[in-house]
């Protein structure tokens, strides 16, 4: 079993390799449970044109393929980065048990990659945010929202 040390250098190791080889930017990340890695995720935003494919997202993909689930409960990530804010909704939503996190945002946003704006936006009422929002009031998407209410055989998440 490796320690929470021996996992974060894989993920930084990860995060120089992939990047030395092209894929994107500094960004490595490994999924873990009861001390075994069962993925691992770099960066791909450059080389796959995927804006999303950030480490931790990446990392995450290929462990639900892998344990052939939605949920990685009783896993942990450790990550060459503070994960993003849409990072960090993808681990809730994953619901992983743990974050380990090497450099911080402000390491990250001193390379070029500052965050702070998301966090700032995500935090603002819907009318205040710079990219506008509409509300498209339509019938038939509440009747698609009642039926899955109603849906006998639905798999919660």
């Given at each position: 079993m490796?320690?929470?040390?021996?996992?974060?250098?894989?993920?930084?190791?990860?995060?120089r390799q992939k990047m030395?080889?092209?894929?994107g930017g500094p960004f490595g990340a490994i999924i873990v449970r009861n001390g075994e890695v069962i993925a691992e995720g770099w960066n791909n935003v450059?080389?796959?044109?995927?804006?999303?494919?950030?480490?931790?997202v990446?990392?995450?993909?290929?462990?639900?393929?892998?344990?052939?689930?939605?949920n990685l409960s009783g896993c942990e990530i450790y990550t060459s980065c503070e994960p993003c804010p849409?990072?960090?909704?993808?681990?809730?939503w994953a619901r992983l048990d743990k974050i380990y996190y090497a450099n911080g945002r402000d390491d990250a946003a001193a390379?070029?990659?500052?965050?702070q704006f998301l966090y700032d936006e995500v935090a603002k009422p819907i009318d205040d945010r710079s990219l506008p929002i509409v509300h498209v009031d339509l019938p038939e998407a509440r009747e698609v929202f009642a039926a899955w209410d109603a849906k006998s055989d639905k798999i919660a998440y």
């Open positions: 490796c320690d929470a040390k021996g996992h974060m250098r894989h993920a930084v190791d990860l995060s030395d080889e092209g894929c450059t080389s796959n044109n995927d804006p999303t494919a950030h480490a931790e990446s990392a995450i993909r290929a462990a639900c393929e892998k344990l052939g689930t939605f849409m990072c960090l909704s993808a681990i809730y390379i070029g990659f500052d965050d």
